[in-house]
């Protein structure tokens, strides 16, 4: 099956710790896009990647960080200096502008 | 500031009745524009776009009307199931020369049977 994989589903995060959220796409697209989805709000975008080994910030990138050394995979750090990190996060790729997002099933970090 | 249907609300219908959710959104320079249906828990799938230079698209069971006069988008779901209870999201395209989707916080469609 084609399609993108996040991992793990749930996860929890101690205060001080970094933690990393995987996420890899079988469907040879080129754009990768990390959002944060808090309740009662929209998905704001954290950094984006067009290409492999090129990445931006997106909208809210302060205390994450992001790598693309392969086309398949975009994972996520989230870092100790992210106070606030308690969400669900939506991975997403893209063949192409002004084409659909395809979207992970997300995975729910918590502070513990 | 920018944004895309700040709000969050409800429309509670029906098994049976047509459902309409509304989405303002506020660049006139979008050229691109999706709606996503959300699960609790889950990624948003995609249910249907539209382009700007287009006022409707039809898909199965779904239509999509753009008003570009007062940046204003709409989705209607014909014989709406309890399946379809969600939350659905809109999004626009902000034409900035790359991808970069703009959502709104979503409407919550409640189906009874």
């Known amino acids: 099956d084609g399609g993108i994989t996040q991992s793990p589903k749930y996860l929890f995060r101690k205060e001080g710790q970094n933690v990393t959220l995987s996420c890899e796409q079988n469907?040879?697209?080129?754009?990768m896009y990390w959002y944060r989805q808090d309740p009662g709000q929209g998905l704001r975008l954290i950094y984006y990647?067009?290409?492999?080994?090129?990445?931006q910030k997106g909208d809210i990138a302060e205390g994450y960080s992001v790598s693309r050394e392969k086309k398949e995979s975009f994972p996520l750090t989230v870092t100790s200096a992210q106070k606030n990190p308690t969400a669900f996060y939506l991975c997403?790729?893209?063949?192409?502008?002004?084409?659909?997002?395809?979207f992970g099933s997300g995975t729910q970090l918590s502070v513990l | 500031g920018e944004s895309v249907g700040l709000h969050l609300p409800t429309l509670s219908v029906q098994e049976g009745d047509n459902s309409i959710i509304n989405c303002a959104y506020s660049?006139?320079?979008?050229?691109?524009f999706i709606w996503y249906k959300q699960e609790s828990g889950k990624g948003p799938q995609f249910i249907i776009d539209?382009?700007?230079?287009?006022d409707k698209r039809q898909g199965q069971r779904v239509t999509v009307l753009l008003n570009k006069t007062v940046k204003h988008l709409s989705l209607q779901i014909a014989a709406t199931q309890p399946g379809d209870s969600a939350v659905y999201l809109c999004a626009e395209n902000r034409n900035t020369g790359f991808q970069k989707l703009v959502f709104g916080t979503g409407t919550r469609l409640l189906v009874s049977p």
């Open positions: 990647s067009q290409i492999v080994n090129d990445f």
């Open positions: 539209i382009r700007s230079n287009m």
């Open positions: 469907l040879n697209h080129d754009a």
């Open positions: 660049n006139s320079a979008s050229d691109y």
């Open positions: 997403a790729s893209t063949p192409a502008t002004n084409e659909k997002l395809f």
